[in-house]
């Protein structure tokens, strides 16, 4: 099964928004509300940033949500900053009980 | 504190087996969902398997039939046996709580390098 289709960079200035796409089928993304972003930087351990397309575990600020439309989820941060400068992933229930990641967006805080 | 402490891993020859340890402290490796992620060199995440709370186990094809998911509930621990080990299996390897059943995964360990090389 070939990975969740994601951006492989991007880029914005602090203060600016983002929004990372993460596109899939109508067997993984599209068909479930089960699609969960992470923020990871090299070295440490992800972290959950949304999860059920857009729901917020606490502690992680207001200005990342989510959201989903057909079989594209995407992951909006608001304000940027330079700590948000990092690798995020999307993942998704994929069906037969299996989970897949997406191939992972880097971004850039200019 | 919730935690997952990972043990195990380390270099081994191809068609080798090796097993991977996490150990859980603040919550109960029986009574949550429990996966195993792994990230190759240079690459992204990768979900590998699954243990249900009701023991039920699932996994990505490439490992299906070489890796066995586990747990030991008196001890608390989530175990990856590793077998027929190929080179593309070498990858950090995290143990991680899914929240949901839904694959959210909040709680990581914090990862254990495996390398398989001749």
């Known amino acids: 099964q070939s990975a969740l289709t994601q951006p492989r960079s991007l880029s914005g200035s602090p203060g600016q928004s983002v929004t990372i796409s993460c596109t899939g089928t109508?067997?993984?993304?599209?068909?479930?509300?089960?699609v969960s972003w992470y923020q990871h930087h090299p070295g440490k351990a992800p972290k959950l940033m949304i999860y059920?397309?857009?729901r917020r575990p606490s502690g992680v600020p207001d200005r990342f949500s989510g959201s989903k439309s057909g079989n594209t989820a995407s992951l909006t941060i608001s304000g940027l900053q330079a700590e948000d400068e990092a690798d995020y992933y999307c993942?998704?229930?994929?069906?037969?009980?299996?989970?897949?990641f997406g191939g992972g967006t880097r971004l850039t805080v200019l | 504190d919730v935690q997952l402490v990972q043990s195990g891993g380390g270099l081994v020859q191809p068609g080798g087996s090796l097993r991977l340890s996490c150990a859980a402290s603040?919550?109960?490796?029986?009574?949550?969902?429990m996966s195993w992620v792994r990230q190759a060199p240079g690459k992204g995440l990768e979900w590998v398997s699954v243990?249900?709370?009701?023991?039920?186990?699932y996994y990505t094809a490439s490992v299906q039939g070489r890796f066995t998911i586990s747990r030991d509930n008196p001890k608390n621990t989530l175990y990856l046996q590793m077998n027929s080990l190929r080179v593309e299996d070498t990858a950090v390897y995290y143990c991680?709580?899914?929240?949901?059943?839904?694959?959210?995964?909040?709680?990581w360990g914090q990862g254990t390098m495996v390398t398989v090389s001749s």
């Open positions: 993942c998704s229930h994929a069906g037969a009980f299996t989970g897949l």
């Open positions: 109508s067997s993984d993304v599209g068909g479930y509300n089960s």
């Open positions: 243990i249900w709370t009701a023991g039920s186990t």
């Open positions: 059920n397309v857009g």
């Open positions: 603040g919550l109960t490796v029986s009574g949550d969902y």
């Open positions: 991680a709580r899914d929240l949901t059943g839904s694959y959210a995964f909040d709680i």
